[in-house]
Structure formats: C-alpha cells, structure tokens
C-alpha cells in the first residue's frame, strides 16, 4: 500500500499544480503557447484545435472527387493470401539457401504476427538443422518442409476437442477474454453445436456490463433451443452463473456455457471480479472443465501478454480463434503456444454457426504458408 | 499502451549514453533496436522499413545539432519521425454548411464501433451539436439493442428499423432533418475486408449518405493485418480519420502508426475506457513525445479540467497560498482523483515516472483504504495530524478497518507532500498576484508546470528508491 500512497501523493500534487494552470489559464489568455511543453515547437498550442473546432470553417467537401476515385472491391482474399506466398515463393525459386531466404522467411512470419521473440527462435533452429548437414544448403523447398514441419509440431497433441466432466452435475465452461473478440457469438455457435449433437445446454449471460449482451445471447439461445439464465444489468456476474448451474442441475441439463463481460487484461478489479466468477463456476454441482480464451486472430503482440494474464487469473484451459476467415494470420498463437504451452481447441473461420471447427495445427500452418 | 516501447527505447539509449560520438556503427545498432522494438509494438513491417529509412537518413546525414549528446540526437529524430508518421496534427472538424453533418463508422467486427459511436455522440454534444444515432449494424444479434442502451445512458435518440442498412440510413437522415439535428452518427455493422458482399453494401450505405467524415475504427491491440484492413476500407469508403480503441489496455499499439501510414489520414480520436465518457481527441505530437517517455503533461491538464471541479480545486488552491494544505484538502485531491479513472491510467500520463512504478500493480482499491483513515479521523486530527497520538492511531486503524502501520504510513508521506505543497504555494501566490502581464504570467506559467512535473517525481518518489 505504501506504494499507492506514494503515487497518489504524487498524483495529487502533479493535479493541483495542473488544476493551478487550468485556473489560471483563462486569464493568461493568448500567451499560454507553449506552456509546460518538455520540448517547446513539438507540442502545439491545444486553445488553436479547440477553437477551430468550436467555430467550425466551411470547407469545400472532397466529396466529389472522392467518388469519381473510388474503386470496386477487388477480390480481397486472393491478394491477401498472396502476400506471405509471394515470400515463400521467392525462397523456392532460389537456386540456393543464404541470407535473404532467413530475411524473407523472417519478414512472412512477421507478418503473420508470429512475433519477433518466437520468429527468431524458430529461424534459429532451422539455421542450425542446415548447419549440422540435417538440411540440405541447396533445397529451398526442403527447407521450407522443414519450416512447416517445425510450426506444426509446435501444436503437437493438441487434439481441439472440449472436455467434459465425468462426475453427476453439469460441465461448465467458461468463456473469457478482451472486449470485442466474438465470445458471446462463440458461445452461441457453441450452444447449436452442443445442442444438435444432442445435449441440453444453458447459457449464462454473465455479461451483465455491456448494453445489451443479454439480449444477443438470448437470440442465440432461441436459436439453439438452450435454455438461458440472465441476471439484471450490473448484476454480479458471479450470481448469475451460479444460477445457472443450479438451474442446470435441478433440470438435469448437461452443459453450461458461461458468458463473461470482456474485459481488459490490465483492469486489477475486473480480474478479480472474474476470479470470483471461476470460483463459483467449480462450485458443486458444476464441474468446470474449460476456460476458454477467446482471441481475435488480428491480436498482435498483445495476444501474449492477453493469454498470460487470463491464465494467471482464472487458469485458462485453451484458446478459441476467431475471425481468421479475413486477412490476419492470427500467428500470434504461435508465440502463446511458444511461450505458455496453451493449446488451441476451436478456430473461427467464418460468420456460420458450422465455421466454428476443431483447430487443426496442419492446416492452420499451411494457411499461415498462403 | 506505448509504455513498453518507451521502455525498450530507454534501454538503447541508455546505451548509447556512454558512448562519445555517433558512428555508423552505432547508428546501425540503434537502429536494429528500434526495428525489433517497433515490431513487438505490432507496426507493420513496410512501415517499420520506411520509419527506420528516414532515420538512419537522417542520422548519419549532417543534420545532426553540435550541442546535443548522441542519445538527444537520436531521440530527437526519432521523435520528429514518429511525429511525422503519426499525422502531423490533429484532426478538426468542420461542419458542413447544409446541416445535418453525417459521420459514419466503420470496421472489423469487435473494434467497438458501436460504443465508439455512443462516445462520438456524446463528444459532439459536449461540443454544442444536437447528435442523431443511427443504427444500422443490423447483423449481430442486439446491436441495435446495445446502441438504444448506450443512447439513452448519454440522452441521444437512437434510429433504426429492421429493414436493410440502405434504407435505415435514408429514412434515419430523412428523420434527423425533420428533428432539426445537425450531427448524425451511423453505426455499421462490423465486416471483414475482404467479405465482398458485406463491403460492397457498407459502399452502398455511403452512397446514400453522402458522409462528412467516414472514420475508421480500428483496435489498439491490432497486429500486422492492421495494414491490409485498412487499405481495403479506404479504398472502399475513402476514410477520413482513424478512431483507435481500447487504448486503455497494454497493446504498445503499433497499429496506430501502421494505420495511419497507409491511410494517410489523421487518426481522430481515442476511445480509452468503458465509459462512455472515457474519449478523447488524438494529438500525435504528444503521442509522440508519450513514446520517447516524455510524458503526455497536456492530456493530463485537459483531463483535470474536464474532470476537476473548479471550486473544490479553487479552495484549495486559496489554502495553498495561505500556506495551510490539510487531510482536509488532500481528501477532496483524492476524490477528485478517482474521478479521473484508475491511477495506472494517470500514471501513464506523467512525465518522468520511472519504469518499475509504472510497471508496479497499481490497487485502486487501496484509494478508498486512505478514503476511510481520512474519513475516520476527528476535524481536529484532519489539520493537525501532530495530536495523533498511538492510542489515536489506534482508533482510526480501527474505525477504518486498516492497520496502524498503514495509518503512519499515510501521515508519513501526507508529511512529505505538505512540504512539497509549500514549495507549489508561494507560486501560487506569484500568479494570483499579477494577472495583468501576460509574458510574465506565461513565463511563471510555464515554470509552474515544470515545478508540478519535475518536483514530485523527484522528491515524492525518493523514498521508494
């Protein structure tokens, strides 16, 4: 706590000086320019933006011009798919292997957000296979075999499927992760799967913060045939969970899926709230057999740090990729996968409830490969 | 969110700090430093390459000022290059001459449009407009729902019909005439660049509505992809700025540079919490300044004035220049404070915070635990804290539900802050005194926040070195 005074002591005393500029300010009027600048020139005057938004000029639109100019959408995929191929054709036509195949092969898994940490590594041991003789330094295709085998076998014994409890009372998995990366739509797609394979399922809409989250998981439900239990807004989502499963066991329904509010890895009381909500989603009857990760397959580096945190908060038991139906490669798996040994269980590759699919490591390499 | 790559530039110029002059070797060292930190930042590659080109350019040329240290030379480049790249200057608005100005919103799935577009509408009614909502993101379930919500917790009508997103946006801007509103957000629904159906029908909705602005709302978070996204949307719907989300997470947001280098058009606005109060206008300058750790001083200003009640604070500003601070004054600091949002978030803000406290975990709670030891204290002990005997503290610890280490902890450094406040007071004095001049005012101004950022972060923070 020392710590937290500390910085409030300084907080405070930083504002009230900034609170004596703010006071001040009106009555220095014009001469303000370049007040408190660390670098004076690099830091323009705010009261000129403010101004010019405050009485706006009438500017001639660009409107026109704008559309004459406008193209049609050209077939996004094709060109998107190509540019990490583009790469590794570019290794394969060359004669041999030197530096510029390790830069290209670097610049692609960049690009496919693998990350700087894992790319080197996984380059690294592929400098070396060529250098105890275990590659041949003349076969660019063989190389890249060797590439694709390396990435695979990261993912080895991942199998993409969820666990379910063995025990009396209803599995539970809880689904967590950042705002915006497609958890409600999962669960849904999830609920259709479960249900037409022929188990009950209820949905607990533990996101009780975001305007209207019950509502879009009630659709899915109507959709599913599931049953789902909503609390009120701003109710405690560890309740609402709770009732679910109780809810679940009186009608001797198999499977809960629980909804969370997504939430910023870096919000300490937010955390907290979801650690409670796992602590009462293991509570007996329910037997909690996943905590999913939801990640959006455009994550980039962050996604790292996204999945150590969860897991360190509430025990992740394996991501779920979405939205890798568009251009992101979603290669930051890779390095969670490199750096957290978390597997990946489920991929979304498209907006259909039948395109949420077990993660298969081959394929997804030989996506990542254009 | 761009602390990490302050941090990565601050371990390479450290470096370079011992070093005398700057040769091609260094230069060349700096710069595969600032490659890979850049790209664990998530900046495209292209833009990595063009950034570190002008650079290096830039750095062995003769540019290069006689009177600052190698790591000054560099860093000042690099500010000026980020700088550059992150836009320039900021975006302003003007509205269009035959009301209503239409603003349009569009993205991937998941980048927070429609809360972006709540936050939008309540800026423009911070700014004297009367905003009209549209909703047509008719595809995920409750959208429309979710923007009805966040309308009415702002006071924004919301239109929408179910019907298909062309004739939503025609019979919304047909009503938004009728109501006489001059401001008009369109909420779309989230598609993926390359979904042909999906953007020929967001190109579709742009034609009917003729948009003043078409912004494009893109995640913090973002990798590599950020690029390609956002080609396909501008070249679809020829964007006007760029509203970067979820700034308030850890993403070091490279995306924002990759974005705005391709677009080319000036990032807008940043939405930089749950509430929908928590939006702001961007200022490349100080994100460029915030990347290279010099602090963001004048977001924390503006974010004061917003938040900061002037008649609290004018109180005790009177006490400053009294030469009295009390637990009094410092209670309404602290609540004031937890207006502004979480500690971490401000700390981000400050110039001049080493890295350990930034990185440090931050409880908020811990806010409210010096909330209730002020709280539990008599009028008395609150301005003069020299009665607080141990049986006193005693009392508080237990009225508050803390520990009598956790009292004398917070008498402590409130100690440490009165004397610090002594030195802001006699300032405080100087400018109420002479309001008429208006260069010398801006000189003590100037040095005034110097004092308010330089001071504290050397003298409060000492005991925890």
Redesign the interface.
Same mark, same amino acid.
């Given at each position: 706590?020392?710590?937290?005074?500390?910085?409030?002591?300084?907080?405070?005393?930083?504002?009230?000086?900034?609170?004596?500029?703010?006071?001040?300010r009106s009555?220095?009027?014009?001469?303000?320019?370049?007040?408190?600048?660390?670098?004076p020139g *690099?830091?323009?005057s705010?009261a000129s933006?403010i101004s010019?938004?405050?009485e706006?000029?009438?500017?001639p639109?660009p409107?026109f011009e704008?559309?004459a100019?406008?193209?049609v959408?050209r077939?996004?995929?094709g060109r998107?798919r190509g540019?990490l191929a583009g790469y590794f054709d570019q290794v394969r036509g060359r004669k041999g292997i030197d530096d510029a195949t390790f830069e290209e092969l670097e610049?692609a898994l960049?690009?496919?957000?693998v990350?700087?940490?894992t790319t080197t590594r996984v380059l690294g041991d592929l400098r070396d296979k060529l250098h105890s003789g275990a590659l041949s330094a003349t076969d660019p295709t063989a190389l890249l075999q060797a590439l694709q085998d390396d990435l695979v076998a990261m993912f080895d014994g991942d199998v993409g499927s969820l666990a379910y409890g063995d025990g009396d009372g209803p599995t539970v998995w809880l689904f967590v992760g950042?705002?915006?990366?497609?958890k409600t *739509?999962t669960i849904?797609k999830l609920a259709l799967r479960e249900t037409e394979s022929g188990r009950s399922v209820v949905l607990a809409a533990g996101d009780t913060?975001?305007?209207?989250?019950g509502?879009?998981l009630?659709?899915?439900a109507e959709r599913a045939g599931a049953r789902i239990v909503r609390g009120s807004d701003g109710a405690d989502p560890s309740s609402v969970i709770f009732d679910a499963v109780q809810h679940a066991a009186s009608r001797r329904a198999g499977l809960v899926l629980a909804d969370t509010a997504g939430r910023?890895?870096?919000?300490?009381?937010l955390m907290d709230e979801l650690r409670k909500v796992r602590r009462v989603a293991e509570r007996p009857p329910g037997q909690l057999t996943e905590v999913l990760l939801v990640l959006?397959?455009? *994550?980039?580096?962050?996604?790292v740090?996204?999945a150590r945190q969860f897991t360190e908060a509430v025990g992740v038991t394996g991501i779920v990729l979405t939205?890798l139906?568009?251009?992101?490669?979603g290669?930051?798996v890779l390095a969670i996968r490199s750096e957290l040994g978390l597997p990946i269980k489920l991929v979304g590759v498209g907006e259909a409830p039948a395109d949420l699919v077990p993660f298969d490591p081959a394929e997804f390499v030989s996506v990542l490969f254009g | 969110m761009f602390d990490t790559l302050t941090d990565r530039f601050d371990a390479i110029f450290t470096r370079l700090r011992g070093r005398g002059r700057l040769g091609d070797a260094e230069v060349a060292e700096v710069l595969r430093e600032i490659r890979?930190a850049l790209?664990?930042?998530?900046v +495209?590659?292209v833009v990595v390459r063009d950034l570190l080109e002008a650079i290096r350019a830039r750095c062995t040329g003769a540019e290069l000022a006689k009177h600052l240290t190698p790591a000054q030379q560099v860093i000042k480049v690099v500010?000026?290059e980020l700088?550059v790249t992150l836009g320039g200057?900021?975006l302003?608005?003007?509205?269009?001459?035959k009301p209503p100005t239409v603003v349009l919103l569009a993205g991937?799935?998941?980048?927070?449009k429609t809360t972006a577009s709540a936050k939008l509408a309540r800026w423009f009614r911070q700014?004297?407009r009367h905003p009209y909502l549209i909703g047509a993101d008719l595809q995920?379930?409750?959208?429309v729902?979710?923007?009805?919500?966040?309308g009415a917790?702002i006071g924004v009508d919301v239109f929408s019909e179910p019907t298909d997103p062309v004739s939503v946006v025609r019979s919304g801007l047909a009503e938004a005439r009728r109501l006489g509103r001059d401001v008009v957000i369109v909420d779309t629904a989230g598609r993926?660049?390359?979904d042909?159906v999906l953007?020929?029908e967001v190109?579709r909705v742009s034609?009917a509505l =003729?948009p003043?602005y078409t912004f494009f709302v893109v995640?913090a978070?973002?990798?590599?992809?950020?690029v390609?996204?956002a080609e396909?949307f501008h070249?679809?719907?020829?964007l006007d700025g760029i509203i970067l989300t979820?700034v308030?997470?850890?993403?070091?947001g490279?995306?924002a540079l990759s974005v705005k280098q391709v677009v080319g058009r000036p990032i807008a606005f940043l939405s930089t919490g749950?509430r929908v109060a928590d939006f702001e206008?961007f =200022?490349p300058?100080?994100l460029?300044?915030r990347i290279l750790g010099?602090?963001d001083?004048?977001s924390?200003?503006?974010k004061?004035?917003r938040e900061?009640d002037?008649e609290v604070?004018?109180q005790?500003?009177e006490r400053?220049q009294a030469g009295t601070f009390t637990l009094d004054d410092?209670l309404d600091?602290?609540r004031?404070?937890k207006k502004?949002g979480?500690?971490?978030g401000?700390?981000s803000l400050?110039?001049g915070?080493p890295k350990e406290?930034r990185d440090?975990?931050?409880?908020?709670?811990?806010?409210g635990?010096?909330e209730a030891i002020i709280c539990s204290m008599t009028p008395l002990e609150r301005t003069d804290p020299t009665v607080l005997d141990g049986s006193r503290r005693l009392r508080i610890a237990h009225g508050s539900g803390t520990s009598t280490t956790?009292v004398n902890?917070?008498l402590r450094?409130?100690k440490?802050?009165q004397k610090?406040?002594r030195g802001?007071g006699p300032?405080?004095k100087l400018?109420?005194g002479r309001?008429g001049n208006?260069?010398k005012?801006?000189k003590g +101004?100037?040095k005034?926040?110097?004092?308010?950022?330089v001071?504290?972060?050397s003298r409060?923070?000492g005991?925890?070195r």
């Open positions: 706590m020392t710590l937290v005074i500390v910085l409030i002591v300084v907080a405070v005393a930083l504002l009230v000086s900034a609170g004596l500029v703010v006071s001040t009555r220095l009027g014009a001469a303000l320019e370049g007040r408190g600048a660390p670098q *690099t830091l323009p705010t933006t010019a938004q405050a706006p000029e009438p500017e639109s409107r704008a559309e100019a406008r193209p959408m077939d996004r995929l998107a540019l610049e960049i690009l496919a957000d990350g700087v940490a950042v705002n915006g990366v497609g *739509t849904g913060f975001r305007a209207a989250a509502e879009q009630e659709s899915w910023l890895h870096t919000k300490v009381n959006d397959a455009t *994550t980039g580096q962050n996604g740090v996204q939205k139906d568009g251009t992101a490669k290669g930051v | 890979v790209l664990e930042a998530d +495209n590659l500010n000026e700088t200057e900021a302003k608005i003007s509205y269009a001459s991937l799935q998941g980048s927070g700014q004297g995920r379930p409750a959208a729902e979710q923007l009805r919500v966040l917790e993926l660049a390359i042909r953007m020929d190109r034609e =003729h003043d995640d978070m973002t990798g590599q992809d950020a390609q996204t396909a070249q679809a719907l020829q979820k308030d997470g850890d993403a070091r490279g995306a749950e206008i =200022h300058d100080r460029a300044s010099m602090g001083v004048l924390l200003i503006e004061a004035e900061y002037e604070t004018g005790t500003i400053l410092f600091q602290l004031q404070l502004m979480p500690l971490t401000l700390l400050m110039p915070v406290v440090a975990k931050v409880d908020d709670r811990d806010v635990k010096i956790e902890n917070l450094q409130f440490e802050m610090m406040m802001i300032m405080a400018m109420g309001p208006p260069s005012s801006s +101004n100037r005034k926040v110097k004092g308010g950022r001071t504290p972060s409060g923070l005991p925890t």
